[in-house]
């Protein structure tokens, strides 16, 4: 990377047993996650938002590679140097780049040998660690990517595989806990003003700073995410046919696109009582096979204008990202990528699982969509170089979510993180958490 | 209008004297706008988010019938009941109506047909203002939003006539003023807890409010717009190939639409000095008709992701909405629809037509974009009804614009106005005003 | 135009008396087909294939223009040298041309201004006519562009006007023959070798030509087109629904279209019997206004893939363009154009206004589909120059039409008449007659 | 099959051992096609009109299973039922299929599945070879149809890896013969009236037949097939910018495409003589990697409307089918898909290569465009059933080429032989030669 300048990324980072054992575990990782994938599975990309598998893995490769390998490590040459323009995502200081759209296209290089060049970078990267020269600062950014790569990869691999009539599974399925879940209920917040944004030294991406003052205004929030079975409410009372409840944008979209309810469901046409399908014979699809939907556990893949939707119809509101962070208490995961969760859990009275504010399931069940368009915060300015185009170039058109989502792995969880994307998308683990005026 | 309940939309309504003034003169001036025209021009529709003339015409007319006549005046009929579909913009309360992208499709009523339709609600408008009956509030409404359409009538036309390759000019030109423009400064406000939104019990679209604090932090904003010179400058750099400048979405925009300069900006390929085209042979289309493009004249119809960019390249931002309406004093217009203006003036140090705090062109040459998107204020609550449409279900993709242009009537600048586009949209007068952190 | 020589383009031309009637009467049809018209209908573009009736006016203008005042009559000079860009259609080596999508956003010039023009036109050919010089093979050629123009120009208009909810009347109602249908019947025509195309020295276009022979094997023609009747039972039977019964392209581009019926038909829900309704309540949008299907009507507004689904359906096929000319008698119309007819007669037997041999219907009710690409005899040879330009570059992707409809000008109804449109059209008068082999 | 009668598609089929050996030959020709390639290769689709290599593999299994094994063999039983939904191509009759342009979105069977798959397929069908029941006409009817998927099979996959800018290779280059091409001349032929059409008992597709009697007049046939050189020639006379030699239509997809060379020709900018690329630097794409230009060598990837003009530019035409054919002497190969060939021929004259008569290159190098569209036959019925579909409904819009090319199973060439594809596609080996009038 052209570095712009020696200032590290952040102040604090890992010491290098720590930054060592970071990179290893996150390489190792992913490549966990494919285990059991065919090279087909890994190779197809199914619409332009997601990428092959295969993608995932080579263009992770190369983030270190050309923004660690190529500018510290003396000597290190790429075995293909046609692989930096198929692999680079959009990165445009970093040099031209493969049609995004067409990368379902690119057969050659083959998963094995795209597996082959990840050793290869791992080899070189273990040189690099082992001489004391790492930059560690950009090591730990390319394995905070790499994890956003592994929840892209799942999330890629369920929209291809939802594809084939098929319907393939890719882990076996859990049998779901019989406990009931717990009832919602509100949660009072006092307005004021509060700290806002990652102040610490610590890892944590541009745009979740700079720390700064917002002023709140008192509010509620829902104790858990809001159901399937609420969601199925939505449905009974007309919800996706009433254009008085939606943004105009958002029922726009879901006249075009024909949605009458989540994605990844659909009506089982046999379905019915005794026979194990949902709620009106409604099934869904994850990763671990078709399902009955669950009316106990929260809804996931609805879009931001779903979302909006469904609150306007509960007499509620999205909170703002602002309201999400002030109220989330410290990070307690337990369904998280590396728990092999994959889908999202029930909200358990007395689980602990959310914060010890009494919020449920803030934490590894769905990202929950926030009422806040992603805009810089006041005084943001993006590092200099090719990583400036990290998240600062898409602060336009996307909708803030908080939290995190079955699919995320442990080390993303943070209040500060702040996940974007657009309110017509769906394909991610996205749900929604309800908010009101106090 | 199924009115909710027996509440005004505001409390200070006014006394029937002036109310009858207001819906006289307003009704009045939009007639003024069409002299001139044929019913030709006044027929066709050029792109969807554009209206024909006769539809801007007879759709003001309709609010009036469906909203106030209807529900207020005893025994009142309709011309024609099938005007209600084909007229009704998108008030999925007040019943079905006519696909917005066909509006140039209907030749029936003509013009005439329709201007006769006006009359007939005129003259019953006439005689519920005088029965003591009017309901103030929603009269009050009709014609604000008369003038909005005042406003997009000649965006809309503009649009029109620019695809004629004969160039018809809607208006005589106007020679230019030989003055200079003033040189750009900055005008710097401190941060704190500042108040925002209307507050009054005057009119005002319930987007406006709720009146709410907000926090600022120290800020400065330009004296003035940014002027087609300095536009012409940003070009020179290569300001459009540059994709570093760029929102990623803004810049997949330009390409895709080939933006090179501002909308309605050609390069005269026979210009040059002497021949009085414009910097670099650039010429510009106005309702005035082609003319050089001037230096020192606020730059127009651009989109807010070149605004966006601009900044970027000028090493500032755009202000919040929340800096812009603080820092915006009394309203001291000069520069509007009722003056004839048109177009922009060059911004004249000391003439005053800014806010008394040195901030030129505020009112009445170029909306200017914010950086802020166009969300509800904390509380807010669309009014129950169809009007409860007005501006609610537009509240997400799109940007705050503020101030007002020279087309804008006089009554519709107001400190707390919100006008909002998306961000690729440009046919509207659309300029911008820089700001940066103190 | 650049003639290539100073050979006619066909030999027998018309003495200069009966040539200036032509054009005068040419033209004055013109204009009594926009009485009642208001300039806002003959503004209008409904879709790429239309063109506006103000377009149709100009643009005939413009072809004497071009092709006969600028290189025939001394000191010709245009009254606006830019309408050579606005009003050419198609012919490239004529120059630059306006886009065809876009004819429809020129409000300027006017529609008094375009008259204003064709006045000028008129009265410059008036002078040539009169002058001994007048190349009568163009001004024929000019006459004979022009006549299809009206037809074009009804068939555009009435697509301008089917948009319209409230269904304008361009022309009164007439009433309906009482009279019975005649019955359908086959009529034999024995095998051979056949002359074919145009082969005198009168005025044909070029692509009737060259006159040649080609081979039929036995046939026969069934004696009337199919009418409405008919169709209402290949609608009952399924037809829209059976791929079997259809190319694959037609059941696709049926599909994707949604039709279920002819073009200009739909269901009035609240119709069936005694109230004027036609078959099944199916109702039809004519010139002359909103109609019930008249079941004894030829069918009209069908597509190439809805008439060939109906032949196979129907144990029939499509007759060749040669089979239909080798049984066209002479020309019996009495129901085009000039009559006033504006819609299909019934077929009556013994009425004589079909050929000689027993055939009905054959000119001036509808086009007929054939099942002949139109392709070019052996030996064409386009003419040099732009009027080369008038046929042969159209030849693929489009199906030949033999006959003439209702909106035919007598002129233009030939035994060797190659109407051509592509097979998913179906916004002119085009229907269908049985075939078999013999 | 749901067969519509016992009566055969065709009188004279093979002998039981030349049928089992015809079925193993082809299958294996299938087998020894994917030699070399990975899984990732024969999963990606990339555009409607190509499918994967898998689909290939699979479908024409499944064309066997669904025609000859099921309704044949008494007990089979498929291994996936729902292969039959995802393997069917467009054969209505034989049930619902998955959408065409999906087919590069099933991931899952994978190939090594597929292969299983085949081999059941085998294993079954050589049980029913063997059991004197086996339906000889349908199994000949599958051994074509899967010829007809091996050339398609290669077409398509040249089109996946056109699209990787590492340019793979699937068979290695192989030296270009040294040797000059024979000069162009001209064959005359006589016309009348000439029997055309498949007449004898053997194997050919329905759409061959019925053979019927065509009236010829005398004409020419280019005694080779245009060469890259010659294309060359045109290119740089300015044909692709020259509309007057073109169809509107061809001109328009020209354009919009961005047509400048034959498909899978680009420009190598470091090119030049001495470097080893073409003339002027073009190279092209082939299964044999990128390679220079090859003058001498037939034009290839040439869409119809390519072609068609080309051939007025050149002062000539394209044949009709009837002219190729009755023209076409005995098969005389040597460059087809059993030689290994993969690339068209130089033409050498005295090589004996084309017919006795003279002509050069008929059979094995590129598909002749000819001027004809693909249209029934005289006395044309499909037969009834799912292979009913085999052709019939795709007589529209398509133009007819004859011949074959290098990629052409040795049995697939035939003088009746009517290959079809629409005339804006050229991702097969498409050429042409000239004809003239005589």
Redesign the interface.
Known sequence: MARASSRPLFAETLAPDRLAALYRATRQRTLALIEGL???????Q?MEDASPT?WHLAHTSWFFEEFVLRPHLAGYASPDE?FA??FNS?Y??AGPR?ARD?R????????AEVLDYRAGVDAAMARLLDSGEAPADLIELGCHHEMQHQELLLTDLLH??S????L?VYRAPTPLASVEAAPAGWQRFEGG?VEIGHGGDSFAYDCEGPR????L?PYELATRAVTCGEWLEFMADGGYET??L?????FATARREGWEAPGYWWRDEGGGAGDGSGDGGWMTFSLRGPQPVDPQAPVSHVS??EA?AFARWAGARLPSEFEWERAAGPVQPGNTLESGALRPRRALAGSGAGSGDGLLQLWGDVWEWT???Y?PY??FRAPEGAVG?YNG?????QFVLRGGSALTPRDQLRPTYRNFFY?HQRWQMTGLRLAR?A
Chains 1, 2, 3, 4 share one sequence.
């Open positions: 065919a090279p087909e599975d890994m190779t197809v199914s295969k046609r323009f198929l959009y445009v200081a493969f067409r379902g296209l690119v057969t050659r290089p083959t998963v291809v595989l594809h084939n009539p098929l393939p003003i700064h003052q917002a002023l205004r254009p008085g939606w943004l105009m944008d958002g931001y204008y909006e009422g806040s368009s805009l006041p005084g185009e170039k898409f602060m336009v058109n309110p005026d």
